[in-house]
């Protein structure tokens, strides 16, 4: 459920929490557990709930930034205003999602400090690329309906910049808890606001929340510069139909991707980060 200082905060079968430590052989083959990782532990003390992880489990998926494992989707929240939205930081996230194959959905909180016409932009942007956008504000509990579906039945990893609003719509979901959820909150000293390190939340039945630390910048990893075109799920229904095969659709004559851009049909904003990020990827390379 947790990770903090050595000690991995472990929800076992018996509905109890045990405070464990990892053996030493995961150090030696430089493996780590991760928060939503599935574990066998060795119960050191029953009174106490102190217990030893022994092994862990293969992994469906696992991520680095943040670090966690065993998914079913991501649910990145932006805010609308006070701060505006980074996009280039909302797409290295997306990117990062679709280089480990998980789904992910976009929340846009804080709606009732934008207007009608900024909120159908962003709306736009991103559902025109694929991906489901909400719309919501926590503090007049708007979208949290549609969230809660969105959620259910999942284990979903939550992330964002700070200060858009994620603690309190992680406290609204986690309004009508069960009493377990209640006692486990309280064994791992969960702080009702500032999330500093991920941990597993339980909302409703098998329904999961990761919350994760704020993050102000991501950087992308394990990828060459031509590979970026296929993370942008809007390039893909144009592949094949370029003039070059392997179109880095940059500076090439008869692109798709660059017509589609000229008939808004893709939008210059997404655009522009991949033209940024293919640079920035370049010039790591070079270094």
């Known amino acids: ?3 903090i200082a050595g000690f991995y905060y472990v929800h076992a079968e018996d509905g109890e929490v045990y405070e464990c430590k990892a053996k030493g052989i995961f150090r030696k083959d430089n493996q780590k557990p991760l928060v939503g990782d599935d574990v066998e532990v060795q119960i050191l003390d029953g009174e106490e709930k ?6 862990i489990m293969p992994r469906r998926n696992s991520l680095i930034r943040p670090a966690v494992a065993n998914v079913d989707q991501a649910f990145v929240i932006f ?14 996230f997306l990117i990062m999602m679709e280089q480990e194959g998980i ?3 976009i929340c846009f909180n804080k709606i009732d400090l934008a207007s009608q016409e900024e909120l159908e ?3 736009e942007t991103y559902t025109n690329c694929g991906y489901h956008v909400i719309l919501s504000s926590a503090s007049m509990g708007e979208g949290v309906e549609e969230i809660r579906q969105v959620l259910q039945g999942k284990t979903t990893v939550v992330a964002g910049p700070s200060g858009v609003g994620k603690s309190s719509l992680t406290n609204l979901l986690q309004g ?3 009493m377990e959820t209640g006692e486990i909150s309280k064994k791992l000293k969960r702080g009702r606001h500032t999330t500093r390190h991920s941990q597993v939340i339980p909302v409703a039945a098998d329904t999961y929340l990761v919350d994760t630390p704020g993050f102000t910048s991501l950087y992308l990893t394990d990828m060459e510069e031509q590979d970026l075109k296929d993370y942008f799920r809007e390039f893909r229904q144009y592949e094949g139909k370029c003039r070059f095969q392997g179109c880095r659709h940059i500076h090439e004559p008869g692109c798709a991707v660059k017509e589609a851009l000229e008939e808004q049909k893709i939008s210059r904003i997404r655009y522009e980060d991949y033209l940024g990020l293919y640079e920035e990827l ?3 390379r070079r270094y």
């Open 79 to 92: 805010a609308v205003e006070n701060p505006r939205p980074n996009y280039m930081l909302l797409d290295r």
């Open 1 to 3: 459920m947790k990770g």
């Open 103 to 105: 789904p992910a959905v």
């Open 282 to 284: 370049k010039e790591k």
């Open 50 to 55: 102190t217990g030893s992880i022994i092994s």
């Open 176 to 178: 009508e808890v069960q």
């Open 121 to 123: 932009f962003l709306n």
